[in-house]
Nanobody, 125 residues
C-alpha cells in the first residue's frame, strides 16, 4: 500500500526557494500519478502540481505556474516540489498524493486515493 510522508516545509522569507519531498515508504509507487496539493488558512484544498508515472508529463495549477517544478525519482519512490520566488500567499499546508487521475481530472483531489499528512510552509513578507 502507498504510504506517503512529506518533508521540507518550514519558515522562509518572500522570494526564497524551498524544496518539498515526499517518499512512499510502502514501496508501491509504481504506476501512480503523483500530485501536490495545498490548503491555505480558511481555504479549500487546492491543486498545485502533478507528474505522470514516467515523469514526462507535468501539470501545474494556474497560481503557481512558472514558479514551481515537480519531479519524481521512481527508483527512490520520491516526488519533489521545488518552489521558487515564494510569496506570502503560498503559506499553506502542502500535501503529497497518489492516484490514478488522468486528463482533466488531474487537479481533482477526489481522484487521489492516498495522502500524506502534510508539511507546513510559511512565507513571511
Amino acid at each position: 500500500q502507498v504510504q506517503l510522508l512529506e518533508s521540507g516545509g518550514g519558515l522562509v522569507q518572500a522570494g526564497d526557494s524551498l524544496r518539498l519531498s515526499c517518499v512512499d515508504s510502502g514501496g508501491t509507487f509504481r504506476g501512480y500519478l503523483m500530485g501536490w496539493f495545498r490548503q491555505r488558512p480558511g481555504k479549500e484544498r487546492e491543486f498545485v502540481a502533478a507528474v505522470s508515472w514516467s515523469g514526462n508529463t507535468t501539470y501545474y495549477g494556474d497560481s503557481v505556474k512558472g514558479r514551481l517544478t515537480i519531479s519524481r525519482d521512481n527508483a527512490k519512490n520520491t516526488v519533489d516540489l521545488l518552489m521558487n520566488s515564494l510569496k506570502p500567499e503560498d503559506t499553506a499546508v502542502y500535501y503529497c498524493a497518489a492516484g490514478r487521475a488522468a486528463g482533466r481530472n488531474t487537479p481533482l483531489a477526489e481522484e487521489y486515493a492516498y495522502w500524506g499528512q502534510g508539511t507546513q510552509v510559511t512565507v513571511s513578507s
